[in-house]
C-alpha cells in the first residue's frame, strides 16, 4: 500500500546546500516542517528549516536523529559514505532508499547499471594503474577524459588527454585515485532530462532542457531544447525507461549527449533534483523540487508542462560582482534571481541563478544576448 505523508508531517533533507533549500521552499508551501543534516551550521537550506543537525555525514547517530524526527528523509547530497548507508538499513522512513546513491556515486558503478538496462553511454575503460591508462587510449583512442571513479563534480578530478605524451600529467591523479577513460565525444549538444517517480509508482519527465557547459561547469540552460521534437521525445522516454528499470523512487537527472548522428549516449545520472532543472521553478506549472517532495510523500505527480521558454543562467562566485548593478538597473524585467544565501563566495562555487522567461524563444534569446553584451565576463 503507498504510504502518504500528509501536510503537517516532517521532511527529513540530508545536505542543507542550495537543493536542499529549495526543497524546504517547495515543501514549506505545501504545509510540510523540515528537518535537515548538514556538517555546516547556517547553510542555505537553515533559513528555510524548523530544525537543523549539524553533524558530518558520515555520523550515523546525526543520521538516526535526522530519522527520528522526521516522517520521511531524502537527499539532496550523493557523497554519503556507502557503509554508512548500510547501517541506517531499516531504520526510518527513506522512500528512495540508499541504492540510488551508492549507483550514482561510482562512475564504472553508474556506467555498468546504465548499460545493464540497455542504454548507452560513451565507451570507456576502468584504469587502476598506469599500464591501465596506456592500454586503454590504445582501445579507447584519443582525445579522452580521464575521471576519477568518485568525489568529482564540475570538472573537478578531470583531464582530457589529446596526445600520447598528455599521460604524464595524469600519473598523480591516477596513482591516487580510481578512474575510469572516456571516449571524448565530439556532441552536437548536451541535453538532460528529469525524471520523477512517486512511491505509488506514477511517473514523469520535465521538459528537455539544453545545457550550455563553461569550463565544465553548467553556464546556461535553454528549455525547449533547440533539438526536433522527436528526439525531445526519445530522450523523455529514455529517462522514463532507465527510471523504470533501476527502479528508483524520487527524482532523477540524466544528462545525455547528443552525437553527430543523433544517438544519445548517457553522460551522468544524479538522483536529486539538479542544476538543470532549476528551470522548472519559474518555467513549468510544476517545479522539480515540489515534483520531487509529491513523489516521496506518495501524492499524486504534478503537471511538468513547460508555461513558457525559459533559460536559466547560474551566478557563481566570480558572477556577484555583477549582481548590485543587475539588481538596481536591471532592463529585464522577466528575470527572477536566487540567491542561495551562502557565506563565502569562491570562484566556481554556485552562488544563485538567474531564470529568464518570455512567451516568444526568439525574444527570450535576443534577451540573453543582450544580457552578455552588458555582462561580458560573466
Ligand atoms: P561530468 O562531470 O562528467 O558531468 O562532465 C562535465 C562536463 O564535461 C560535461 O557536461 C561535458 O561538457 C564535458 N565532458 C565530460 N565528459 C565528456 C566526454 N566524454 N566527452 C566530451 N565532453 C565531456
Redesign the pocket.
Known amino acids: 500500500m503507498n504510504k502518504v505523508i500528509l501536510p503537517g508531517s516532517t521532511i527529513g533533507i540530508i545536505g542543507g546546500g542550495q537543493l536542499g533549500k529549495m526543497l524546504a521552499i517547495a515543501a514549506k508551501q505545501m504545509g510540510y516542517k523540515i528537518s535537515v543534516l548538514d556538517p555546516i551550521k547556517n547553510g542555505p537550506c537553515s533559513a528555510i528549516a524548523d530544525f537543523e543537525i549539524n553533524t558530518e555525514f558520515y555520523d550515523i547517530k546525526g543520521l538516526r536523529q535526522l530519522l527520528d524526527v522526521s516522517d520521511v528523509v531524502t537527499y539532496e547530497f550523493e557523497n554519503i559514505p556507502g557503509e554508512i548507508l548500510k547501517d541506517l538499513d531499516g531504520y526510518g522512513y527513506i522512500p528512495q532508499g540508499f541504492i540510488p546513491l551508492s549507483i550514482s556515486q561510482n562512475r564504472v558503478i553508474e556506467k555498468n547499471a546504465i548499460n545493464d538496462c540497455g542504454f548507452k553511454t ?1 565507451p570507456f575503460a576502468v584504469i587502476n594503474s598506469k599500464d591501465d591508462l596506456k592500454t586503454a587510449i590504445k582501445t579507447i583512442g584519443l582525445p579522452a ?1 580521464l ?1 576519477t571513479c568518485t568525489g ?2 564540475d ?1 573537478k578530478g ?1 583531464v582530457v588527454l589529446k596526445k600520447n605524451t598528455d599521460v604524464d600529467k595524469c600519473f598523480n591523479l591516477v596513482t591516487k585515485n580510481d578512474c575510469i577513460l ?4 565530439s ?1 552536437k549538444k ?1 541535453i538532460s532530462v528529469i525524471v520523477t517517480r512517486s512511491t505509488d509508482g506514477e511517473d514523469s519527465t520535465f521538459p528537455v532542457s539544453e545545457n550550455i ?1 563553461k569550463n ?1 561547469i553548467l553556464y546556461q540552460t535553454i528549455v525547449p531544447a533547440r533539438i526536433t521534437e522527436s528526439l525531445a521525445l526519445k530522450a523523455q522516454q529514455l529517462a522514463i525507461n532507465l527510471m523504470r528499470k533501476l527502479n528508483f523512487i524520487g527524482t532523477l537527472a540524466i ?1 545525455m549527449f547528443i552525437t553527430e548522428d543523433d544517438d544519445l549516449l548517457i ?2 545520472i544524479a538522483p536529486r533534483p539538479h542544476n538543470t532543472g532549476h528551470y522548472t521553478i519559474e518555467g513549468c506549472y510544476t517545479s522539480q523540487f515540489e515534483q520531487h517532495i509529491r513523489a516521496i510523500c506518495g501524492l499524486k505527480l504534478g503537471n511538468t508542462s513547460l508555461r513558457q521558454p525559459t533559460v536559466m543562467i547560474n551566478i557563481l562566485g566570480q558572477n556577484l560582482k555583477y549582481i548590485e548593478d543587475f539588481i538596481k538597473n536591471s532592463q529585464f524585467s522577466n528575470a527572477k534571481i536566487h540567491l542561495y544565501g551562502k557565506r563565502e563566495p569562491k570562484l566556481n562555487r554556485k552562488m544563485g541563478h538567474i531564470t529568464f522567461i518570455d512567451r516568444n524563444q526568439k525574444i527570450l534569446l535576443e534577451n540573453i544576448n543582450k544580457f552578455f553584451n552588458i555582462y561580458k565576463e560573466w
Do not use: D, I, M
Open positions: 560513451t577524459v575521471k568529482g563534480y570538472g578531470q572516456e571516449k571524448f565525444v556532441f548536451e557547459h565544465n544528462e553522460n551522468e
